[in-house]
């Protein structure tokens, strides 16, 4: 039911959309219609009173050839005589005093009041005009006719524009037959598009609905679509894919947690339990008892420290970062990690470099890093540290290697993970030193890598930083 009523949303919200571009779509196609009308009207008009021109030109040439002895009522009749006319045309000329001289089709002119008005009085200049007389459109010119600076008629000529109105009508029914298939085209594929965008938008509300009911398994993409319909339903399922993801290495690290903690929590309270069933008068088994206790509770410490420095070290926007040199920065550490074990530290030769990172995240994943060599190798065998920069792509890698039993290849990527302890010679670690330092790496936009030491023999890690990080290099 919930689905369907989300799909007759989509529907009307596309119905809406395409509903007012149907509005915008038909008044552009009514505003350059009606400008397209006008516009050939002007033009049609134009041409008529350009034709009526012509002849009132024609018209004063010769009536100022005409012989001294003949009457203007004689010359109009003459001159109308051997002049044709165009079809549709007619003129009528008023001679004052004199009456009038007509063509066959201009008594619709004769009788019409506006025009009989210059049969008595002529204009003072020419007047064009259009007008409906006897329900026939006309283009009407009214020209005085002047004999020595005296206006002593008027010349009056018209265009019948009934067949201008028929191609009118005609270009007016063409024009809103194509503005209807052009708004319907128009209306019907904004429509489609609209609703299968909207499709998608609805898919993607449904999908984050089930997911925050707790169902990461929603899909959207296309492979098919290439469009940015298809890539918004792609960069959702790649947002699905990191949540997932996120969710997956949550509840993981939980139950690794949980276990983790579970180990001496259960040791702690075996002992006191048995403290508490055979009294505290034995004062050295309340002395290994407390002693027990505080070694499980130092490591519970130690453990959820380890799990606050990851957790930091996953979120690279807390990165305080600071320029470091690098030589400096490595010596302090060597010489701050040599009274933990009876090892042979080293530190490498390296470049002068100087870089920028977090110190106190660096140092505390190289530290982790040091530790887990500890782990792993035993009385005066040897752990190096050291840096080197890469001569092509220019990164710096900060790296452990020891002289230890190594990482065997098949594990070194497990070894990454939270927890695990491929290679440890000694009971002691948390397990958490080398996804720390991964951690750290990618938050410093870099990464890190296990391998074997090619000097030692051990196992080699090292911390990879990006040549962006690198402010200086002298070597």
């Keep these: 039911m919930k689905l369907r009523k989300l799909r007759l949303h989509r529907v009307g919200s596309a119905g809406r959309l395409a509903a007012f571009h149907a509005v915008v779509l038909a008044t552009a196609i009514g505003v350059v219609t009606v400008a397209l009308l006008r516009s050939f009207s002007a033009s049609y008009e134009a041409a008529a009173a350009s034709e009526i021109g012509v002849q009132l030109r024609q018209f004063g040439q010769a009536a100022q050839a005409r012989p001294a002895s003949e009457s203007f009522r004689t010359f109009s009749i003459r001159f109308l005589q051997t002049h044709s006319l165009a079809a549709g045309d007619s003129v009528v000329v ?6 009038l001289v007509v063509t066959g089709d201009s008594d619709r002119l004769v009788h019409d009041p506006q025009i009989a008005r210059w049969f008595v009085t002529p204009p003072f200049a020419t007047d064009t005009f259009s007008a409906t007389v006897g329900r026939t459109p006309l283009e009407i010119v009214a020209a005085p006719i002047w004999s020595g600076g005296t206006a002593i008629g008027t010349y009056i000529a018209a265009t019948d524009l009934g067949p201008f109105a028929s191609e009118r009508s005609r270009v ?32 993607i509300t449904e999908a984050a609905e089930e997911i925050g009911s707790g169902d990461l398994d929603q899909r959207l993409g296309d492979p098919q679509i290439d469009d940015e319909v298809g890539e918004l339903a792609r960069t959702f399922d790649s947002m699905l894919d990191h949540l997932q993801a996120a969710m997956i290495g949550q509840r993981r690290l939980l139950s ?14 075996g002992h006191l339990e048995v403290l508490g069933r055979t009294g505290t008068n034995d004062a050295a088994a309340v002395r290994e008892t407390v002693m027990l206790v505080i070694d499980e509770l130092d490591r519970m410490a130690v453990l959820i420290e380890r799990l606050l420095m990851l957790g930091r070290a996953m979120e690279p926007d807390l990165l305080k970062v600071a320029a470091i040199d690098l030589r400096e920065f490595l010596g302090s550490i060597v010489e701050s990690v040599a009274v933990l074990a009876p090892r042979r530290f080293i530190l490498a030769a390296m470049p002068r470099l ?9 140092r505390g994943a190289i530290v982790n890093l040091l ?4 782990h792993a190798t035993g009385q005066d065998d040897a752990i190096a540290l050291g840096a080197e920069q890469d001569p092509f792509s220019g990164d710096v890698s900060v790296v452990v290697e020891d002289s230890g039993g190594g990482i065997p290849e098949s594990e070194r990527e497990a070894a990454l ?5 491929p290679g440890a010679r000694t009971a002691g670690g948390s397990g958490l030193g080398l996804a720390i330092a991964k951690a750290v790496a990618i ?10 030491s090619p000097t030692f023999g051990g196992a080699r890690v090292a911390i990879v930083l990006p040549r962006t990080s690198v402010l200086t290099s002298m070597r």
């Design 94 to 99: 008023a001679v004052v005093g004199a009456g």
């Design 354 to 362: 100087a870089i920028a990172a977090d110190p106190e995240q660096l």
């Design 172 to 203: 007016l029914a063409l024009s809103l037959a194509e503005g209807a298939v052009a708004l319907l085209v128009g209306v019907a594929s904004a429509f489609f598009l609209l609703r299968r965008l909207l499709r998608t938008v609805g898919r």
């Design 371 to 374: 530790e887990n060599a500890i």
């Design 256 to 269: 690794d947690v949980s276990h983790q903690l579970r180990t001496p929590l259960t040791v702690v309270r």
């Design 443 to 452: 938050a410093h936009g870099g990464e890190i890598s296990v391998d074997e």
């Design 417 to 421: 993970e939270r927890f695990a302890r």
